[in-house]
């Protein structure tokens, strides 16, 4: 069942840069009423104030209360058409040597957010009989990724939940699509060595998110090639997987130590 964006609302986590920006940017064009929620208000609002109608709303997407107060603010202006749970941040470096908090941080922002977006918004699309959800998720919830291991595991964890509540609301006339983009070009790949590895513009990405809005596919990869990869990885024997990342120097590409690297990390620190 797809939906109409034309006077639809449409809420956009994350979508103070990145992939949310032109999420929220491609919505507006095509006549939604967009709500964005980042916990950097005033990137929010600097998005806002270049979009006709578009609404800019503090939001920590792993506290409930917050994410509450952001559908709130939504339905001031109709129904909740739409809802992209995008916000995601990565820390990367060796597991051991990360900090506990940060890591539990990391996954209550990228599955705690899917969580808490699907279940507070999910009751009343049932009721309307009507509504589509999209969770930005990755293809690091297909492989595995040395350097990133818990944002692989909160993407596997995204994808995971969204294919179970899938199973359970099918027929509904509510949709869920997850969107699996491989390496996209924002500040949270800046500074790593992706040379070889597909690679998106977060325009690109928004195109996939508003189109999944009239086809309601329930994955999408990017590029669309890379769909078996996961089954592909899994059938490898894992020796012979952890051999081939490390020979493409899987772990040091990923998780480089510079300057660009830094600024993001310091950023998402503050998150």
């Known amino acids: 069942m797809s939906i109409t964006l034309n006077g639809a609302v449409a809420c956009v986590t994350g979508g103070g840069r990145g992939i949310g920006e032109a999420t929220a940017r491609l919505l507006a064009e095509r006549g939604a009423i967009v709500i964005i929620g980042d916990i950097d208000l005033d990137a929010a609002q600097a998005v806002a104030k ?5 609404k800019a709303v503090k939001l920590d997407v792993a506290d409930p209360e917050s994410f509450e107060n ?5 339905r001031k ?19 051991v040597k990360l900090d506990l908090a940060a890591l539990h941080r990391e996954m209550a922002i990228n599955t705690g957010g899917v969580i808490n977006g699907m279940r507070l918004v999910l009751p009343e699309m049932l009721a309307r009989s009507y509504g589509h959800i999209v969770n930005v998720s990755s293809m690091a919830g297909k492989m595995t990724c040395s350097g990133a291991s818990v944002y692989t595991a909160s993407k596997f964890a995204v994808a995971g939940l969204s294919r179970s509540v899938r199973a359970e609301i099918a027929g509904s006339g509510v949709t869920i699509t997850t969107v699996m983009p491989s390496a996209v070009e924002t500040e949270l790949t800046a500074g790593m060595n992706i040379r070889g590895i597909p690679k998106a513009k977060p325009s690109e990405i928004a195109d996939e998110v508003v189109a999944s809005c009239r086809h309601g596919h329930p ?4 590029p669309k090639w890379l769909f078996p990869v996961g089954t592909i990885e899994q059938a490898l024997p894992e020796k012979l997987g952890n051999w081939i990342k490390r020979a ?15 600024k993001y990390q310091e950023r998402v620190s503050r998150s």
């Not at 270049?50 to 578009?54: P, Q």
């Not at 952001?70 to 939504?74: G, K, P, S, V």
């Not at 909740?80 to 749970?85: E, G, M, P, S, Y």
């Open 248 to 262: 493409v120097g899987a772990q040091e590409r990923i998780a480089p130590d510079n300057e660009q690297t830094r």
């Open 50 to 54: 270049t979009l006709s109608g578009a």
């Open 219 to 222: 994955e999408v990869t990017m």
């Open 77 to 95: 202006m109709g129904p909740i058409d739409l809802l992209v749970n995008n916000a995601g941040i990565m820390r990367t470096g060796e597991f």
């Open 70 to 74: 952001f559908l709130t603010e939504a």
